[in-house]
């Protein structure tokens, strides 16, 4: 079975212009998160979504956005990005959340350098 | 979230075992404990959970205290390959929610 993909691995951007970044959870899969990864705050919470709604949010600004689609794609846009905003962003999915621990599987991220 | 406390850094020598301590004192009768590592520059890597027995898989062995506020990751005959930076999580089963709250984790480096 195909792990996680993110799309595009690397991007390099200016500031104030927007970005938008992919996921494809494993096959079966329903609910996608998004993380945010630097060396100064670690890896952070942005969102996750489950059947095309969002279902939980992490401390950032409205710059950060994210959708997901009928098939369980994801995206996620950056606004007016900032010099901050440079980072591994990471993806993650899991299967239908429900009753029990359940393990999540990460991408291999998609590094943004803002300039 | 229950918080998690680890060291900063192991060495471990290659083929020895190795064995990364979590503690979480706080942790409540609802909250699993996760293990997860990131090796560099990849996505962190889902090992092992438990609730309040030893488990084992092909990865690792995870032993909690019968007062479940310390656990132990066991990675048997650690390899070079073994080099990561290990996040020992605690949270709930989740439901709807899947965030996970990383902390920073125990930078383990295997040596020849």
């Known amino acids: 079975k195909a792990g996680v993909t993110q799309t595009p691995r690397y991007l390099i951007k200016t500031r104030g212009q927007q970005v938008t970044l992919s996921c494809s959870p494993i096959s079966g899969h329903r609910s996608v998160s998004w993380y945010q990864q630097t060396p100064g705050q670690g890896l952070q919470f942005l969102f996750e979504y489950f059947s095309e709604t969002q279902r939980n949010k992490g401390n950032f600004p409205g710059r950060f956005s994210g959708r997901q689609f009928s098939n369980s794609r994801s995206e996620m846009n950056v606004s007016t990005l900032e010099l901050g905003d440079s980072a591994l962003y990471l993806c993650?999915?899991?299967?239908?959340?429900?009753?029990?621990?359940?393990?999540?599987?990460f991408g291999p991220g998609t590094r943004l350098t803002v300039t | 979230d229950a918080k998690t406390t680890q060291p900063t850094s192991m060495d471990c020598a290659e083929g020895r075992a190795a064995n990364l301590p979590c503690n979480h004192s706080t942790i409540s009768g609802n909250e699993y404990v996760y293990w997860y590592r990131q090796i560099h520059s990849q996505g962190p890597q889902y090992i092992i959970h438990?609730?309040?027995n030893n488990e084992t898989n092909e990865m690792a062995s995870l032993i909690i205290t019968e007062d479940r506020k310390s656990s132990t990751l066991i990675l048997p005959h650690a390899t070079l390959r073994d080099t990561a930076v290990y996040y020992c999580i605690v949270r709930d089963w989740g439901g709807t929610a899947s965030k996970l709250t990383f902390g920073t984790g125990t930078r383990l480096q295997v040596t020849l």
């Open positions: 438990g609730l309040k």
């Open positions: 993650a999915s899991r299967p239908n959340p429900g009753q029990g621990a359940v393990e999540q599987y």
